[in-house]
């Protein structure tokens, strides 16, 4: 099979990376600080939403019903997009994706490009690859130009650099800004409305002079062939509707049916993200506008072979709030880099590995990164039973080698009865020599709970012993 990319070098296993990454207390302040905010911002605002459970369920039918007729949305999208005067393109994988865009950039003859934040580019590492072609990629969402301006790796789905304070991203802008365009005031401060107007100034400078622009979207309607994007900082609309020639790279589960769905994803989304009761912009776009060119790139890279899982495709359903990273006991100690891929914490748990296949140390390793808490699938607005989807990928993977000697040595006990007889019977003779914490790879265990103490006699030889509790 082949290897599906996904925007990160996967070496390490998720516990390496979490062992680092939980020594670095400021990384766990800064998350700490940030996922609590919005986990309070949200719980506030579903709280006032008496119908939330209706449009949940809603928001998980329509999603669920999208993915079983697919082909044939995916394909109505197509001719709604060319009859508005767009350009459809079908990309199977990443390097086919940055192929076609990288093309369709050359073709306008520039070198440079802004884009509005989009994962599914990340995914497929497109920075990089058009890089290669000699063509920049300027990013314009303010949590993405921290992450590239800083030379760093996003590591959240909405927040791409929750792990910065605002020390730092001042730091970065000071030191950075000037290599990539108009520079940071000298007497710049961190406060937040400084560190604001300056990311301003900067990329006002570049959505004037720049005629190539890329996104994403979060909804694409096949029934009027529009895309959808909804943002907070306005900079993704002066990203579509200045430039020229417009490039959107979307995932093929980003379909919706028709504008009435879109009704409850616009409630579902921006209280599920942000804690915002709406999202300051939505922006929708149907072909081309007077004077621009508009290609859609629809991008599969895994997400087909995800579909034909019976259990896991529920994945697909994901609308990309982040509400299971701001829940997540796990991610808010790790932060996002630990999951080695452009979606991180609960939902990246399940996706990755799922769109990448098994193969890696780290991809075996990620359906093990939850407590199994069950709070993601309480928060999903679209109710992924992540949980579900963990334990099945985890019955899949293969197991840590103690782990498989002890299974195989209880199978082998529990085959015959008389062997579990004289192994409880041994036990319950040896019980004072049983050591209070297991040996070598086994002490994971024990470090965090009691091992229970092996009793002094079996329930059946209490049982013969008392005739069943009358003598
Ligand atoms: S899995 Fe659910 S909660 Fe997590 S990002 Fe996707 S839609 Fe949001």
Redesign the pocket.
């Given at each position: 099979m082949s290897v599906t990319f996904l925007g990160m070098p996967a070496d390490r296993p998720f516990p390496r990376n979490a062992a680092r990454a939980v020594r670095d207390s400021q990384l766990r302040f800064n998350l700490r600080k940030a996922t609590r905010t919005i986990r309070a911002r949200r719980a506030s605002v579903v709280a006032e939403a008496p119908d939330w459970a209706e449009l949940r369920e809603a928001g998980r039918a329509i999603k669920e019903h999208t993915l079983r007729n697919l082909d044939r949305y995916l394909v109505q999208l197509e001719e709604a997009v060319t009859a508005a005067g767009g350009h459809v393109h079908w990309a199977a994988g990443a390097a086919e994706a940055n192929r076609i865009v990288a093309g369709l950039v050359k073709a306008t003859g520039e070198t440079e490009v802004v884009k509005v934040k989009s994962m599914a580019t990340q995914e497929i590492g497109l920075n990089e690859a058009l890089l290669e072609q000699g063509i920049t990629a300027y990013e314009t969402d303010l949590a993405e130009l921290i992450v590239q301006l800083g030379d760093d790796r996003p590591s959240h789905?909405v927040v791409p650099a929750i792990h910065r304070n605002r020390a730092e991203i001042r730091e970065i802008f000071a030191e950075h800004m000037s290599g990539w365009g108009r520079p940071a005031p000298e007497d710049l401060t961190d406060e937040p409305a400084a560190l604001a107007e300056a990311a301003r100034l900067h990329l006002r400078e570049r959505f004037l002079k720049t005629k190539v622009a890329i996104s994403g979207a979060n909804f694409a309607i096949a029934e009027t062939g529009t895309m959808v994007v909804l943002e907070s900082e306005g900079n993704g609309r002066m990203c579509l509707t200045l430039p020229r020639t417009l490039i959107s790279v979307v995932g093929i589960e980003k379909v919706l049916p028709s504008w009435r769905d879109l009704e409850v994803f616009l409630q579902l989304l921006p209280r599920?993200?942000t804690g915002e009761r709406m999202n300051p912009y939505t922006s929708t776009w149907t072909g081309a506008a007077e004077g621009q060119e508009f290609h859609l790139v629809l991008l599969d890279n895994g997400r087909t072979r995800v579909l034909a899982d019976e259990v896991g495709r529920q994945?697909l359903?994901?609308?990309?709030?982040?509400?299971?990273?701001n829940v997540c006991p796990v991610y808010e100690r790790t932060g996002g880099h630990a999951y080695g891929s452009v979606y991180p914490?609960?939902?990246g748990a399940i996706l990755t590995p799922q769109l990448r296949g098994m193969g890696s140390e780290l991809d075996r390793s990620l359906p093990y990164a939850s407590s199994l808490c069950g709070a993601?699938y309480e928060?999903?607005?679209?109710a992924?039973d992540?949980p579900s989807v963990l334990v099945d990928l985890r019955s899949r993977a293969r197991h840590p080698w103690p782990e498989r000697a002890g299974m195989a040595a209880a199978g082998w006990v529990f085959e015959r009865h008389g062997r579990l007889a004289r192994l409880q019977r041994a036990g319950g003779r040896l019980r004072r020599l049983v050591p209070r914490r297991l040996p070598g790879p086994l002490g994971g265990w024990t470090d965090t709970r009691d091992l229970p103490e092996v009793p002094r006699e079996s329930f059946r030889e209490w049982w013969d012993r008392t005739d069943g509790g009358r003598r």
């Open positions: 789905i599920s993200s994945a359903r994901c609308i990309r709030c982040s509400a299971c990273l914490g609960p939902i993601c928060v999903c607005p679209v992924i992540i």
